[in-house]
């Protein structure tokens, strides 16, 4: 999944009358796998595994994963990378790039394991994994977005007697809004798949309908984990892509 880590920016072009497409392959999605899992007869571990309350309450754990890992991660890449831009540590981007690149390149399930050796198990040792997994995109697309407005504005902000808080929120961060945005929406994708991997540490979520299907070699257990686990995915996505076209300064 790291191979996935990118700078992502929506083209501001994109036709606002495909907006229904993604809502309707979700509502296609669930309706299929309800009809399967009607037509088929289910015995008593999988009428468990699928009972109501069981997916839903797995489906709010790992929304809370997600939302949780998401805001801590905006929370501490933002400001990282905004600091790591300045002239004063600009030296020190390169090194922090370098280690948040190496964490990426570990296996997701590696860092639970070893999260889990060390603080346990439970929601917010996942979180910790899940914040230390999606730093990289958030942290990067923040520095990459600051450091490619046009050198010429800032110097004539500074040309206009702005002192440099003034030159970062009023020229280089609504400038970088876009970029930042698109960073943002990479680590909620993210989040949301190896979020699955937290049921292995006891944190719930939908992971632990996926892992009782393998455990159980329940077929239905697992086809409907892994299609909700994508419908999720893909409600997420089409959220964050509305919410990027909505917070993208005019202009821009």
């Known amino acids: 999944m790291s191979s996935t880590i990118m700078e992502r920016v929506t083209v501001p072009g994109?036709?606002?009358?495909?907006?229904?497409?993604?809502?309707?392959i979700v509502l296609l999605l669930v309706a299929g796998t309800t009809v399967y899992v009607g037509s088929v007869p289910l015995?008593?571990?999988?009428?468990?595994?699928?009972?109501?309350?069981?997916?839903?309450?797995?489906?709010?754990?790992?929304?809370?994963?997600?939302?949780?890992?998401t805001v801590l991660t905006i929370a501490i890449g933002v400001p990282l990378g905004v600091l790591l831009t300045r002239s004063r540590t600009k030296g020190v981007g390169a090194v922090v790039?370098?280690?948040?690149?190496?964490?990426?390149?570990v296996p997701s399930i590696g860092v639970l394991v070893l999260l889990a050796m060390i603080f346990g198990v439970g929601f917010w040792m996942a979180v910790i994994a899940l914040v230390a997994y999606a730093l990289l995109p958030?942290?990067?697309?923040?520095?990459?977005?600051?450091?490619?407005v046009d050198r010429?504005?800032?110097?004539?902000?500074?040309?206009?007697?702005?002192?440099?808080?003034?030159?970062?929120?009023t020229i280089e961060l609504p400038l970088a809004v876009p970029v930042?945005?698109?960073?943002?929406?990479?680590?909620?994708?993210?989040?949301?798949?190896?979020?699955?991997?937290?049921?292995f540490t006891n944190a719930g979520g939908?992971?632990?309908?996926?892992?009782?299907?393998?455990?159980?070699?329940?077929?239905?257990?697992?086809?409907?984990?892994?299609?909700?686990?994508i419908?999720?995915?893909?409600?997420?996505?089409?959220?964050?892509?509305?919410?990027?076209?909505?917070?993208?300064?005019?202009?821009?």
């Open 14 to 24: 994109t036709r606002r009358s495909t907006v229904w497409v993604v809502p309707a």
């Open 43 to 69: 015995d008593s571990s999988e009428t468990r595994s699928l009972a109501p309350e069981v997916i839903f309450t797995s489906l709010w754990q790992h929304v809370q994963l997600v939302v949780v890992s």
């Open 97 to 105: 790039l370098a280690a948040a690149n190496a964490g990426q390149a």
């Open 138 to 148: 958030v942290l990067r697309n923040t520095m990459v977005g600051i450091r490619q």
């Open 152 to 169: 010429a504005l800032i110097d004539a902000g500074r040309g206009m007697g702005m002192s440099a808080r003034e030159v970062l929120f």
């Open 180 to 199: 930042m945005l698109a960073g943002i929406r990479v680590a909620l994708i993210l989040n949301v798949g190896v979020a699955t991997l937290a049921a």
């Open 206 to 229: 939908l992971g632990s309908i996926i892992s009782s299907g393998i455990a159980l070699n329940r077929m239905p257990v697992l086809i409907v984990g892994s299609v909700l686990t």
């Open 231 to 252: 419908c999720l995915a893909l409600t997420v996505d089409w959220l964050a892509g509305i919410a990027e076209r909505l917070l993208r300064p005019r202009g821009i």
